[in-house]
C-alpha cells in the first residue's frame, strides 16, 4: 500500500492543503459559488441524482460535481453551503496529495514537491472564480492528472488511487484529451525502461477521455459552439497579461472579467512588453538548463519540463482562440509554468556526480521565494467570490416568503450577484 514516509506525507499535504484553502477563502462557507447552486445542488433537489448525473451543462457532463451537488442535497438545508465547502476542500485535499507523490519523478525535492502541490490553491488565478467550489474543480483535477501521468505508480494503492483520479478527471471536464501529449512522454519513459506494459494511467486516462467524449457525441453534440469574439491576438495578450504577469510578477493589476477591451494603449503595450521579458526569462532558463540536464543524463526530466511549458501554452492559445479566455482556464497553464519552473530550478546545480548540490538547493529555494512572493501579493481572491449575501440570510428571506405566501418555491440568491442567479428552495425542506 503506502510506506510509512508516504503516510505521513500524504497527512500531511492533505492537512497543510484543506488548511490553505481556509485561509485564502474562508468565504466560500457563507454561500454556493454560480453552477454549485443554480445547477448542480437545484437539480439534486429537483430532479434527483441519477437524472441530474445524465444532465449536461455548456454541452458536457460535470460528473464529479453531480455527485458533489447530490450529496450536499441530502444535508440539511440550513447546512447546505457549510457541506458543499466542506466537501471541495476534502478534493483539493485530495489533489493536492496526490501531486505530491506522483511529482516525485519530475522534482527530487521535498520543498519543491510541497510547492507545487499547494499551487493549486496558492495561484493567483485560482482566486479569481476557481477556488472553493465544486463547478471549478475539473480544472485543479485537470493539473492533477498531469502530474500523475508522469508519476509513478509503484504499490497496489498509488496505482488504483491514480487510475480512478484520471478517470474521475474524465469525466468532469473533456480538456483530459489535452493531456494526451503527456501520456505519450509517459510510455516513451516506460518503453526506455524497459517495461513490458503500458501504464495503467494510460488506460484510466483513454476510459476518461473516450467515455467523456463517447457521453458529449451520442447527446450533446453540436450544443456548445464556437466562443464569440474570438481573436488570436486577444489570446496571445491575454497569456502574457493573466497566466504569465497576473501569476509570477508580484503585485500585478488585477485583473477583470474582461481586462482587455480589444484597443490598443500605451498601457496594454507596457505590460505586454514587461511579461514579453518575463517569457523570455523563463525561456531562457528552461534552454539552458535542458543542456546541462541532456548532460548529466538527465533525459527524462529535461523532455518532461519541455513538453509541459509547451502543453500548458498550447493549452490556453487552442482554449482561448476556439472557445473562452476566461480566467478558469488560466489555472491548469499556470501550473503548468510553475511545474516547469520548479524542475528548472533543480537542474540548475545538476553535475553528473550527483544531484544535491549546493547550487541546485539554492536554485530551487530561489525559485519558491519568488513564487511565494508572486501569490503572497495576490492573496486576497476576488471580490465577485467574497462579497454579495449569505446563503443564511438568503433562507431567512425564504421563509418568510413561505410563510407569508401560497407559493410552494422560494428564492435563495447566491453568487455571483451580477447573475442574479437563485436556487429556488422547496418550502417543505424548510419547515
Known sequence: ????????????????????????????????????????????????????????????????????????????????????????????????????????????????????????????????????????????????????????????????????????TGFATPLLICAAPLVGIRVWRDRRAHRRYPPAVAFGWMFGVVGQLSLVALFTFGSRGLGEGRSFQRTFFLFLDRVLGYNFIPFWPRITGESYSGSVSATLIGRALVCLLVAFLITFLLFRVARTGLRSGETNRVAAMTLIMINGGAFWLFVGTLFSTQPRYAVFSAFCITWSVLIAAELVGTTGAGNDSRTRRQASAGIVFLLLVAFATHWTPSELRRTGPTWSDGLRTAEEVCATTSSSTAPVQILPVYHNWKVELPCERMG
Request: charged share 10%; net charge positive; hydrophobic share 55%.
Open 1 to 168: 500500500w503506502l510506506v510509512a514516509r508516504d503516510r505521513r506525507a500524504v497527512v500531511a499535504v492533505s492537512v497543510f492543503g484543506a488548511v490553505l484553502l481556509w485561509a485564502r477563502a474562508p468565504f466560500a462557507v457563507r454561500n454556493f459559488w454560480a453552477e454549485d447552486g443554480i445547477v448542480h445542488y437545484q437539480d439534486a433537489l429537483t430532479i434527483g441524482f441519477f437524472d441530474s448525473l445524465g444532465t449536461n451543462v455548456d454541452g458536457y457532463y460535470h460528473m464529479g460535481s453531480r455527485v458533489v451537488g447530490s450529496v450536499v442535497a441530502l444535508a440539511p438545508v440550513s447546512a447546505a453551503a457549510l457541506v458543499n465547502y466542506l466537501i471541495v476542500v476534502l478534493v483539493v485535499a485530495w489533489i493536492s496529495s496526490t501531486i505530491y507523490l506522483s511529482s516525485e519523478t519530475t522534482l527530487k525535492s521535498p520543498l519543491s514537491r510541497v510547492s507545487l502541490a499547494m499551487s493549486v490553491t496558492l495561484l493567483p488565478i485560482v482566486g479569481f472564480e476557481s477556488i472553493a467550489n465544486s463547478a471549478n474543480l475539473q480544472y485543479l483535477l485537470l493539473c492533477g492528472s498531469s502530474v500523475v501521468l508522469l508519476g509513478r505508480q509503484q504499490t497496489i494503492w498509488r496505482r488504483t488511487n491514480d487510475v480512478v483520479f484520471v478517470v474521475v
